[in-house]
């Protein structure tokens, strides 16, 4: 069982690391050309996903904590963890085909914009581990170390699924 932990810990670190440091060359590539308009709809989409995981945490949270209903904590976390995956797969597509929207925001807004998405940023590379992590614990029923990473793992995922909806929110009206 030991190596079988290692193994599994040594693939959820090569898969966080390949997925950031992937994302991280999407924005020093040059970008594809595509239909013109054809992908516009992508960072609404995001934010509704975000949205949507955000509800769906907060739903995973009571039906464990408040219900103790592991069926309905699972079926909420599981439905997370596949939205959470249907995004970084249009935020890859997405960001392969246009050039980052910049903030036209000025002042104070301007600095609490930069923060929200510096801490968004930071945090969602480090959410996806946490992730994997708590997610290969329950799937294991190794329910003792799933509950101790998951009250890390919780307010971490909950804060950047919330401030990609506050992100998108603040730099729609300056999408081209």
Do not use: C
Not at 3 to 25: D, E, G, M, S, W
């Amino acid at each position: 069982m030991k190596i079988q932990r290692i193994v599994t810990n040594k693939l959820i670190y090569a898969v966080a690391t390949i997925l950031v440091l992937a994302i991280f060359v999407i924005y020093l590539t040059p970008k594809m050309e595509i239909a013109n308009g054809a992908l516009e709809y992508l960072p609404a989409l995001n934010a509704s996903i975000n949205a949507t995981v955000s509800v769906l945490l907060i739903l995973g949270y009571y039906f464990i904590r408040i219900k103790k209903d592991r069926k309905w904590h699972s079926i909420s976390m599981k439905s997370a963890f596949i939205l959470t995956a249907l995004f970084l797969i249009s935020y890859v597509i997405y960001h392969t085909t246009h050039e980052s929207t910049s903030y036209g925001g000025e002042g104070v807004i301007r600095a609490v914009y930069l923060v929200i998405l510096l801490t968004h940023i930071v945090l969602a590379a480090a959410i996806v581990p946490l992730v994997l992590v708590t997610f290969s614990r329950a799937l294991t029923e190794k329910f003792d170390k799933h509950k101790r990473i998951a009250r890390i793992t919780f307010p971490l995922w909950l804060y950047v699924s919330i401030t990609g909806v506050v992100v998108y929110l603040m730099i729609s009206p300056y999408y081209a």
